[in-house]
């Protein structure tokens, strides 16, 4: 017998053949649900950290170069400017507290108490580099330094309506004026650092104060922020801060004593503000909205985009995922403004600011 043994030829049924087939399909079928399941998993990881990654930022862009505060810094300067146009100074004011800001505690809130207006954001001390050893200790507070400011410029105005009537070109007291170069503006509020270190800030804090005093006509500001450990909905918050911040803005009414308020001595009297056709709060949780009707532009003072602006500051801590400014909207993901469809564009008219707490909207 040959020690070669005849190789046996296999005889493949039809049953064979599709069991086989089968037997493939699901092989392939496992390696696709492996790969996919894989690249699902990538994709989701590679989200989480670029959320982790993220360099939260607010930013504006002037010519060629990019100004950026962090949320929290865009916040304080959205204070500091809606104040500033809350006290009736012009938008020059918002520029220069945001300035002397920078310089004295880099927009950071050093200390405040519950009420609105409190916030600590300039430094303490007194200016030492003046010669009057009586001088008194500056404004830290918001409410402090534009009271301050609104004081000296209204008193620059009479000394000036009083020099042109006597003719007189001595200007021997220094008052805060828009037109003031930053180093004078800190001399003339009796700022406690040197007056030169503060023009250094000047162009960063006209390009954040600009849109948020509403002196642009759309926007000119977003901000970069995660969308990891968002805060839960606070259209109240959003409220109360409109409120407290901006009643001479947006023209908010309040509640008078009654006669019998008046007799009341022992209960103080503590007007409350009236909000309808100003802000409207509908929806619950994600899908709360909260309705902004702003006055008609006043000169160079656009309410809309003042409160737009604000609206995309403040986001961070509010938990706001889109601002609808006519014609535009904001949204959180994309950090970009992108133009309203016309069906859209009815829905949020000019002069209204929509904020929403949905992701999907």
Known sequence: ????????????????????????????????????????????????????????????????????????????????????????????????????????????????????????????????????????????????????????????????????????????ELFWMPDLELDEAAEALERPHNPQFYPQHGAAARAFAWPLAGQTQGPDMTCHLSQLDVPGPDPEGVTDELVGMMPAVLEIPFTEPSEEDEGDEEDEFVPEPILEGIIEVSGDDDDALVRVETPESDGDLNHQWLIAHWAVATAEDYGVQSVTSAPYRWDRDSARWQRLSEDEADAAPNGTVVLGFSRDR
Do not use: K
Not at 136 to 142: E, M
């Open 1 to 172: 017998m040959s020690p070669f043994r005849r190789r046996r030829n296999t005889v493949i049924t039809r049953p064979m053949a599709r069991r086989r087939r089968r037997r493939r399909a699901l092989v392939a079928l496992g390696v696709t649900t492996a790969m996919v399941a894989g690249a699902s998993y990538g994709t989701w990881r590679y989200i989480e950290e670029s959320e982790f990654l993220l360099d939260e930022r607010c930013a504006v862009t002037v010519g060629d170069t990019d100004y950026q505060l962090t949320p929290t810094q865009a916040h304080n300067a959205a204070l500091l400017a809606a104040s500033a146009a809350d006290h009736g100074l012009p938008p020059e004011a918002a520029v220069d507290a945001l300035a002397m800001s920078m310089q004295e505690t880099e927009l950071s809130v050093r200390d405040s108490d519950d009420e609105r207006g409190t916030e600590v954001l300039f430094a303490r001390g007194a200016p030492d580099w003046t010669a009057d050893n009586d001088v008194q200790p500056v404004q830290i507070t918001v409410d402090g330094f534009f009271d301050v400011m609104e004081t000296s410029w209204r008193s620059g105005l009479e000394a000036a309506e009083e020099a042109d009537e006597e003719d007189d070109e001595d200007d021997a």
